[in-house]
């Protein structure tokens, strides 16, 4: 068995052989802990999957040989699987006139480990190799797990569970942090968990403002929701049986082939600006292989096109909120589709990089309105279900499109994977002009 001293040097890794093993794993991950999820429950497994996320991040830079090393890998994938969970979470605590805004806030984030991910890998590759960049990597993951017992609860899923006191409490902590009082009135809730043990009532303390008699009570709600459907909704235990009810089959479907087709093409040119990046001076396909690694134009190529994802997130949050999320997702996608269409023919190095750039500006930006549309179209007690199996069809795409940007594109042969990419794309669009629902300026649903 290789010693670490020996299995120091680079790593036999096609692009096809990281991603057909990273995304299976994270893939395995979102979907399979969702239906019994709830928001909160799953925010709290996010915090203890962090654990390993960090621990397995740690323990590749060591790994004696190969195989241990895919394995560490597989469950840092499985870890990072429900990281889309935050999404849904952070959703719940913002005001409806600029949720897209924050939203696409919240999600410049990703885009700046991304950046900060790719810096990384152009400084420490070249000279220091795989273990120090991995060793890094996991970082931020260890200094995340400082936080999470700060992590409040979504008072709206606990107002769904009849806990109003510990929500009431957190609202009182969040106003008292703003330096605001919150309105006097009632907090009501009527969806009270009916699901509770047996012989136990669930909680019904209610907040009660003082009133004169014969004066008018003020009675403002907090995170009040409507009462239709609500005991049939609760009784039936299968939330992917939900998902497919006719409310909902046709939006869980165009969700499920929106964020397919999202993955497949973000990933997809990432892929294609390394492959084609490598490939653009020589076109051959052992060039492809770990002999480039050190080559520097590898890395500036997929920083420059990382930093494309800014303007895009620059864009989204403009329009967001303006346009609404259908248009906004039409107006990307036809973008991206555009300036991905010249590189169905050779191009120079410069056009390449630029077409790239382009088009992972606004297939990245289409992803991130993805994101915010499926947890605003499900209703709480969904929210994280449906996003989270949405997310583990996404990573299909994400699975397959390496078998495209590197199998079919080798040898030069770009055109194919490209004309593939486009027809994605093509459909993805239509997939959104579909959508039954508009989220823009519409408060969150509780029910169905």
């Not at 928001?39 to 830079?61: D, E």
């Not at 492809?288 to 997929?302: G, M, R």
Request: proline content about 5%; aromatic content about 10%.
């Amino acid at each position: 068995m290789a010693t670490p001293a020996s299995f120091s040097g680079v790593l036999p890794l096609s692009n096809r052989t990281r991603a057909l093993f990273a995304q299976p794993s994270v893939s395995v991950h979102s979907f399979s802990y969702k239906p019994r999820l709830t928001t909160s429950t799953s925010v709290k497994l996010r915090s203890k999957s962090s654990y390993g996320v960090s621990v397995a991040g740690l323990l590749s830079a060591f790994a004696p040989n190969y195989i241990s090393l895919l394995i560490l890998r597989c469950l840092v994938g499985v870890g990072l699987g429900c990281g889309h969970v935050f999404t849904s979470w952070f959703l719940e605590f913002v005001p409806t006139p600029n949720r897209g805004a924050w939203m696409v806030v919240f999600s410049t984030f990703w885009t700046v480990g991304t950046i900060m991910e790719a810096s990384l890998a152009w400084w420490i590759m070249p000279t220091y190799g795989w273990r120090l960049l991995l060793g890094l990597s996991a970082v931020p993951s260890l200094v995340a797990l400082l936080f999470y017992g700060l992590v409040p609860e979504s008072p709206r899923y606990l107002c769904t569970q009849g806990r109003l006191t510990e929500a009431h409490y957190i609202l009182a902590n969040g106003a008292t942090l703003n330096c605001k009082d919150l309105p006097k009135g009632l907090l009501v809730s009527d969806h009270i968990n009916e699901s509770t043990n047996e012989g136990q009532s669930s909680e019904s303390t209610t907040l009660l403002s003082s009133t004169n008699e014969g004066q008018s009570s003020e009675s403002t709600t907090l995170l009040s929701s409507t009462k239709n459907e609500s005991n049939n909704f609760q009784r039936n235990p299968s939330s992917i049986v939900m998902l497919l009810s006719p409310n909902l089959t046709r939006t869980t479907l165009l969700l499920w082939f929106l964020y397919f087709g999202n993955t497949f093409s973000y990933y997809g040119i990432i892929l294609l600006t390394s492959q084609l990046s490598i490939g653009q001076s020589e076109c051959d396909p052992t060039t492809l292989q770990s002999d480039n690694i050190e080559d520097p134009s590898l890395y500036v190529n997929v920083f420059i096109t990382s930093l494309a994802e800014l303007p895009g997130l620059a864009l989204a949050a403009f329009i967001l909120d303006r346009v609404g999320r259908k248009i906004s997702m039409e107006i990307m996608l036809v973008a991206g589709f555009v300036l991905l269409l010249p590189l169905v023919i050779h191009q120079n190095a410069i056009l390449t990089t630029g077409f790239l750039f382009g088009a992972r500006m606004f297939i990245s930006a289409s992803f991130i309105v993805v994101c915010i549309y499926a947890p605003e179209v499900y209703p709480t007690k969904l929210r994280a279900t449906g996003v989270g199996i949405a997310t583990a069809i996404g990573r299909i795409g994400g699975m397959v499109c390496p078998l495209i940007a590197v199998g079919m594109g080798s040898n030069c042969h770009q055109t194919l994977p490209v004309v593939l990419f486009e027809g994605i794309i093509l459909l993805s669009g239509l997939a959104v002009m579909l959508l039954p629902f508009e989220t823009n300026g519409k408060e969150l649903a509780d029910t169905l």
